[in-house]
């Protein structure tokens, strides 16, 4: 049993049990506001042609590591990029196509080439054991009788033997991914550290880290490995200070979810509740 400073329980007695989608956790934390509304009232937004590019590339690169997992059928680049192009051509969800200074052509170019980016350069060096795995539920006992349970798999994530450890690397696609050469790792411990702490529970083995696979979808196309850096430290916290899911166990207590009008993402374009919030400007 991995212990953590942090009342963690494998099932819960109480019926006040409240599902939540491991791959949110990160957003609780950039506006709870917003995560309330989408992951709780239940909000929806359809998706800008950015945000499906983004769909695109994580799903052709899983395809490709998949192919790459011990006794699996090897999966060539090539036909990996077909997933790439249907999810672009064909999405499954609701996509606004004009939402973005962006085309299905162009947004294709970008990805195919993040696509082989990745398959040449980044994922040879790891040694995939698992992708986007499906974690055991996890239930935290947040006190007053509520019980949040996280479910799911690790979007867009494997698991990786590194000399170190065991690390969960994550591969992440964006305009501010990569900064001079330099994959970001700021604002990723809340959902990695979430990662750590259910693959933990599942597997029953110790995590060291995780790490980024930055792939920047603005400018000259470009791939990036952040080091490992202990993600789950920041969720669970020490003896004398909280860590982040103490913190979100207040708010699930108490119902209250507080905004952040200064999140990069609160914006009409991003965000399902903002017609409903008078928070922002």
């Given at each position: 049993?991995?212990?953590?400073?942090?009342?963690?329980?494998?099932?819960?007695?109480?019926?006040?049990v409240l599902?939540?989608?491991?791959?949110s956790?990160?957003?609780?934390?950039?506006?709870?506001?917003?995560?309330?509304?989408?992951?709780?009232?239940?909000?929806?937004?359809p998706?800008?042609l950015?945000?499906?590019?983004?769909?695109?590339?994580?799903?052709?690169?899983?395809a490709?590591?998949?192919g790459?997992?011990?006794?699996?059928?090897?999966?060539?680049?090539?036909?990996?990029?077909?997933?790439l192009?249907?999810?672009?051509?064909?999405?499954?969800r609701d996509?606004?196509?004009?939402?973005?200074?962006?085309?299905?052509?162009?947004?294709?170019r970008?990805?195919?080439?993040?696509?082989a980016?990745?398959?040449s350069?980044?994922?040879?060096r790891?040694?995939?054991?698992?992708?986007?795995q499906?974690l055991?539920?996890?239930?935290?006992?947040?006190g007053?009788?509520q019980?949040?349970?996280?479910?799911g798999?690790m979007?867009?994530?494997?698991v990786?033997?590194?000399?170190?450890?065991?690390v969960?690397?994550d591969?992440?696609?964006?305009?501010?991914?990569?900064?001079?050469?330099?994959?970001?790792?700021k604002?990723r411990s809340?959902?990695?550290?979430?990662?750590?702490?259910?693959?933990?529970?599942t597997?029953?083995?110790?995590?060291?880290?995780?790490?980024?696979?930055?792939?920047?979808t603005k400018?000259?196309p470009?791939?990036?490995?952040s080091?490992?850096?202990?993600?789950?430290?920041?969720?669970?916290?020490?003896a004398?200070?909280?860590g982040l899911?103490?913190?979100?166990a207040?708010?699930f207590?108490?119902?209250?979810?507080?905004?952040n009008?200064?999140?990069?993402?609160?914006?009409e374009?991003?965000?399902?509740?903002?017609?409903r919030?008078h928070?922002?400007?």
């Amino acid at each position: 049993m991995i212990d953590h400073p942090v009342h963690i329980v494998p099932r819960a007695a109480s019926q006040n049990v409240l599902k939540v989608r491991a791959s949110s956790w990160g957003n609780l934390f950039d506006c709870a506001y917003a995560w309330e509304g989408v992951h709780i009232l239940g909000y929806r937004k359809p998706a800008g042609l950015r945000a499906q590019l983004g769909t695109a590339v994580h799903a052709s690169t899983a395809a490709f590591d998949r192919g790459r997992l011990v006794g699996a059928e090897p999966v060539s680049a090539m036909d990996a990029a077909d997933v790439l192009v249907k999810e672009l051509r064909e999405p499954e969800r609701d996509v606004d196509m004009n939402q973005d200074d962006l085309t299905v052509r162009d947004a294709e170019r970008i990805g195919l080439a993040l696509h082989a980016i990745y398959c040449s350069e980044i994922s040879p060096r790891f040694n995939f054991t698992s992708v986007e795995q499906t974690l055991n539920p996890l239930q935290i006992d947040c006190g007053g009788g509520q019980i949040v349970e996280l479910t799911g798999s690790m979007d867009r994530s494997r698991v990786a033997n590194q000399l170190e450890g065991v690390v969960i690397p994550d591969v992440k696609t964006g305009t501010r991914v990569i900064v001079d050469g330099v994959a970001q790792t700021k604002g990723r411990s809340a959902q990695l550290g979430t990662y750590q702490l259910m693959y933990e529970h599942t597997e029953r083995v110790p995590t060291v880290g995780a790490q980024i696979l930055a792939l920047a979808t603005k400018g000259k196309p470009a791939g990036a490995i952040s080091g490992i850096f202990d993600a789950k430290r920041v969720m669970v916290g020490t003896a004398d200070q909280p860590g982040l899911i103490e913190i979100a166990a207040g708010m699930f207590r108490s119902g209250l979810f507080p905004p952040n009008p200064q999140s990069v993402l609160c914006s009409e374009r991003y965000c399902a509740r903002w017609s409903r919030c008078h928070f922002h400007e």
